[in-house]
Structures are given as C-alpha cells and as structure tokens.
C-alpha cells in the first residue's frame, strides 16, 4: 500500500498520441487556473439563463408536490392501475429512474478500478445525477404502498406486533438494496467532495460562503496524512460500490424474474436489466453534460473524447439490450409454452404493440449511429441520440411490466391500461423535482472533482515532461 | 512547570517535488511533526512522510465481516427463529434466499465505516480551528499552493527557530510560526 493505489500505469506521451486521438484535458492549465476554471460557476452572480430554468424545473417539483398531496387524499384509485394491471408507472418510473443512476456509479466506481483518466472529469455530475435519480425512483414505490407514513413497516424494528418483514421476498431485497445504494452513492459522493469543499471554502470570497462551505467541508486542510487515508478509502468505496451497482438490478429485476408470470420468469433479466441500466444511464449522462460543459465553459476539461468514449459504451450495451430482446422471444418460442410464447406475440402485435416498436427502433437502431466515428464526436447527433435511447428505454420498461400483466394465463381477467393525469403530473414532476436539484447542484457545488482533474493535470504533465496540452 | 501548547511552523513551496524534498530534508534533521499541504493527494508523500500503511482496510474488512453476520442473523432471528414465518410451506431458515439481503448489509456497513471512521477516526474532523488556518496565505493550500507545516512543543523555541531557518534556506516562501495554547 506503500506505492499509491490510485497512480494509472503512465505510458510514455508517444504511445498514448498512437492510442488516442484526443486530450483528456484541453488548454494548458496549472493549479491556479484550474480552480478558477472549475469554480467559476460556483463563485459568480446566479445567471439569468440558470434562475430561469431552475424556476421552469422548480415548476415540475411543484406539480410532483401536488399530484403526491392529492395521490394521499384520494388514494392511489387516482392512479390508471387496475386489478390486472397493479403494477404500471410507479414502477416503471421506478425501474427507470434506477437504471438512469447506475452509470454515475459505474463512471466513479467502475471506471476508477479499471484505471480509466477519463472518469475523472465527469464523476463528480453523474454521481450527483445518481442520487437525485435514486431520490426521485424512491418515491414511486413509497407512494404505491398508498399509506407512505407506514412506510417504516419495511425496516425490521422490534414492534409489539411481532410481525417481522418478510425477507424472502423480493421486494424485501430491493428495500435493502435501495436503501444500501442511496446511502453508499452519498457517502462515496461526499467523501469525493470534501476536498473540493475545502477548495471552495478558500477560494471563496463572500463571507457567508466560506462559513457555509467552511461547515460542509469539515475543515479539510489538505494534509498528507489524510491524503493517505483518504485514497485508501476512496478506492475501497470504489470495490464495493461496484458489486453494489450490479446487485441493485439483479434484484431489481428478480421482482419480475423471482415471479411466475409469463414475460417475467426468465434468468436473462438480471444481466439484462444491468445493461439497460448502464445504457440508460450513460444516455442520461449525455443528456446533461452537452448543455453543462458549454454553460459552465467545461469545455477544456469534459472534452469531445470523454463524450465519445460514452457513446462507445452506449453502443456497446445498446447491443447487449438488442440480444436480450432477441434471446427472450426466442427462449419464448423454444420452451413451447403457450402463455409464453403468447405474451411475446402480444408485445409485437397486440394493443401496445407501438411502444413495443418503438422501443426496438429506439434502443436497437438508434445506437448503432456510434460505428461511425462522426455521429460519436458530434453533440447534436449524441444529443438527440440520448433522449430517444431514454424514450427507448422508458418504452421497454412499460412494454415489460404493463404487457406482461394486461394478459396473462385467464383471459376472464385480462384488461387494458391506460394512465391518468395523476400518473403523468408524478412522471412530469420527478422530472422537475431532477432538474431542480441537479441545477442547485451545479451552482452551489464543483460540478467537476477538482482535486482528482488537478492531479490528473499532473500526471499528464509528467507524462510528456510538457504541459498537459502536448499530450495528443 | 513548562506551558502547554505547541507551535506550528509553516512554509509554502513552488510545487510537488521542492515540497517533498523539503520534507526529507526536514525528516533528516530529526523533525517529526510533519505534515504536508496540497490541492491533490501527492505521489510519494508517505514515503517522504515516512509514514505507516493505512489501517482503513482493516477497519473496512471489520466492519463488512460485522455487516454481513448482523445481516444473516438479523433474517435467520426474525423469520426463522423469534417469529418462524410460513410461506407456501417453504423452509422457515432458507439461506440462498437471505444472500441478497446479508450483501446489502455487508456494502452497507463498509461505506458507513469508511465515510465516519474516516472523517472522525482518521482525520479527526469536524475540525474548523486549526492552527494552520491562521496564516491567510495558508488558503493556498487548497487550491494551488504546497504547504509544508511542522509541529514542535510551543516551549522548544531554539527547535522552532532551527525550523523556521531551514524552511527559508530550503527555498520556502511565506514561512511563518503560528502559536497556539494558552
């Protein structure tokens, strides 16, 4: 432990030019220029273009406020649900706003354990893009138990009732799941932060804010000797946050795949699930870094190769998504069950049948635009791209749930569904409730790890014995 | 009776190899109360520090171990023992089926264990106070200056000034004592 853990194998700046084919970091930068490159945002006056979008997404909490104030007095009746259909946007916004946060810990955990520099500029956002995503997919089962003040019925506390959860139960995984995966993504995103707090705190000029950032960072002073813990530490939440991620899906999809129900019982969910996750999340991740980087001028640091190696993994899992869609009709047909084989009909031709398309064409298709190096570099082309994949994948988590119980083995009992303007204004709202905290988020706090990009700053400079912009 | 307190010698350098080489030269002449300050974690400062491997993983393997038994207890006690729970006739104590939970739990305690054994353990935070903090120039430290500070017993005063000499003849900028204790 002696040599430090987090130093990347350094390749000398010859080799790497061969390799790649664009800086990680832009324009020559040292410490200094860096902090005020990347606190900028955080130091001056709120920009009207930012009040004005904070206040459209401070709209849509809004409405989340209302729809949940009016879900309690009525009762989740409000909702389209039946007695067919039990399960529909609650947990099809559930399952996608999870998925949406599993590339923020995939991008500081994953990435991090694989050596990856060019995790380190664009960790810190999508980690923050983790939590309010978990924050906002939290709240649909809460509201879909319909007495959410309850909700402490979940945790095995000692009660004079003697009934205990149930912890063969799926859904008994996914509250501890959840729970543990809110609480890590926190703890790992703070303790990221902390030094960046610290940078904030003394680059700061107004004295409330070096009070406030003064309290928040705990008074970090940079010290070698917490340095040292700190890297141990950090690259240990980094091994366990990456196990943790992919067990989060896995039982998130054992909901589904631990039932009986036709659609649902199939051993492809688990790795299924954790790519669409990946590749929802890493859409996502596209969809607010192209407008960030050019808002907050991060141009230099969150380069055109950070975006292309995420359309690379787009591509990737888009492919992985495309064969489980394959493999499941297929494994339909080959197990010769009728009520199987019949739910896979019904998702292509039957009364969903376009959401089922659409899916296909937005998940299956519109990836494979990243072969070609240009649709990669381009942020028009990337942008779009992301929100029909999120389109795309929202479609398949609808298709999932709500297909598989509209028809299943009686069809005495079969019925259709459709949403009301409860389950919209709640869609709509987390949305809101998203922004909100994601465009607080960028104001108040270094939207980029300043501390790992200077030290990144270094070791490229080391590496070509140059400044970092000679490293091509 | 000698007075209490301790003093704390502070010197900023031009970047990360004067600073460590600072701090072996320090570490030579016998000083030991060294520490460094810098924007970023610096490669080869434990070395230079001299200091031991970090503990945390043990901590974290303690804790994760710690996890993991209160996990599968935790299920095997409320649903098979206190309070056997009967569904579809299955086995009351079923282990694959505490797996998940028991992991949760198991991750759960570990980050718990880094984040608060970390800042309050090991790094001895909340701390806004410190004796560094005095020195304006010290802001630096966290975001562009190498700092290098060292403690010695406020009383030791030929130490302090020996200090304070070879940080200036080591090339450090902004050298300067801070006094603290009654």
């Not at chain 1, 490159?37 to 709120?46: I, K, V």
């Not at chain 2, 098979?80 to 028991?102: C, E, K, M, Q």
Request: glycine residues 8%.
């Amino acid at each position: 432990m002696a040599e430090s853990t987090l130093i990347p194998v350094r390749y000398p700046a010859e080799v790497l030019a061969q390799l790649e084919g664009r800086p990680l970091l832009e324009g020559a930068h040292t410490d200094a220029t860096l902090t005020d490159r990347l606190l900028a945002f955080n130091q001056a006056p709120a920009p009207r273009g930012w009040l004005a979008l904070l206040l459209f997404a401070a709209s849509g909490a809004g409405l989340l406020l209302l729809c949940i104030l009016y879900t309690l007095d009525v009762g989740i009746g409000a909702w389209g649900n039946n007695t067919t259909v039990g399960w529909a946007f609650d947990i099809i916004n559930f399952v996608w706003w999870i998925g949406i946060g599993h590339a923020g810990t995939l991008i500081s955990a994953i990435l991090l354990l694989f050596q990856q520099q060019w995790r380190t500029s664009i960790n810190r956002a999508a980690e923050a893009m983790t939590l309010f995503a978990v924050l906002c997919a939290g709240l649909y089962p809460a509201l879909h138990t319909g007495r959410p003040w309850f909700l402490y019925w979940f945790f095995p506390y000692p009660t004079t009732l003697e009934v205990w959860p149930q912890f063969k139960s799926p859904l008994m995984w996914d509250v501890f799941a959840i729970s543990t995966y809110g609480l890590t993504s926190l703890l790992f995103w703070y303790l990221g932060l902390i030094p960046d707090l610290g940078a904030l705190r003394d680059a700061s000029k107004s004295k409330v804010a070096r009070v406030l950032y003064g309290i928040f960072s705990f008074g970090w002073r940079g010290s070698g000797r917490h340095w040292q813990h700190w890297k141990v530490g950090y690259l240990i939440l980094a091994g366990i946050s990456t196990p943790l991620v992919l067990s989060v899906h896995t039982i998130v999809s054992f909901d589904f795949a631990v039932s009986v129900l036709p659609g649902w019982h199939t051993t492809i969910f688990p790795p299924y699930f954790v790519a669409g996750a990946v590749f929802s999340g890493f859409a996502m991740v596209i969809t607010l870094m192209v407008p960030v980087r050019r808002f907050l001028g991060l141009q230099d640091v969150i380069t055109v190769r950070h975006l292309e190696n995420m359309n690379k993994v787009i591509l990737v899992t888009g492919l992985i998504v495309t064969y489980g869609y394959v493999m499941e009709h297929f494994v339909a047909w080959y197990s010769g069950s009728e009520a199987e084989w019949f739910v896979f009909y019904n998702r292509r031709a039957g009364p969903y049948a376009p959401l089922f398309w659409l899916m296909v064409f937005c998940n299956c298709v519109v990836p494979n635009i990243y072969w070609w190096r240009r649709a990669r570099t381009s942020l028009a082309v990337m942008w779009v791209a992301s929100l029909l994949i999120n389109v795309g994948m929202w479609c398949e988590r609808f298709v999932i749930i709500v297909t598989s119980l509209h028809r299943d083995f009686l069809p005495s009992s079969w019925a259709q569904y459709s949403p009301t303007w409860v389950d919209w204004g709640l869609y709509l709202g987390t949305m809101g409730l998203f922004g909100t905290l994601f465009l607080l988020f960028i104001k108040y706090l270094p939207a980029v790890a300043v501390a790992e990009v200077k030290e990144l700053n270094h070791e490229l400079g080391q590496a070509g014995n140059r400044g970092a912009a000679e490293v091509r | 009776m000698a007075t209490r307190g301790r003093s704390v010698v502070l010197g900023e350098f031009a970047g990360p190899s004067p600073l460590l080489d600072a701090v072996r030269a320090l570490r030579q002449e016998g000083f030991t109360g060294l520490d460094t300050h810098s924007p970023f974690p610096l490669h080869g400062a434990e070395e230079a520090l001299g200091l031991r491997p970090s503990l945390v993983p043990w901590m974290a393997f303690a804790a994760g171990l710690t996890g993991a038994a209160l996990g599968y207890f935790m299920q095997w006690g409320f649903n098979a023992s206190l309070y056997p729970l009967n569904v579809g006739n299955r086995l009351a104590h079923s282990p694959p089926a505490n797996i998940p939970i028991t992991f949760e739990t198991t991750i759960l305690f570990t980050a718990l264990s880094l984040f608060f054994g970390l800042v309050l353990g090991f790094f001895r935070l909340p701390r806004p106070h410190h004796p560094v903090f005095e020195v304006e120039a010290f802001r630096s430290a966290t975001t562009h200056g190498y700092w290098v500070s060292v403690e010695l017993p406020r009383e030791d005063a030929p130490a302090v000034r020996r200090a304070r000499a070879l940080l200036e003849g080591l090339g450090g900028s902004n050298v300067s004592v801070v006094e603290e204790g009654p």
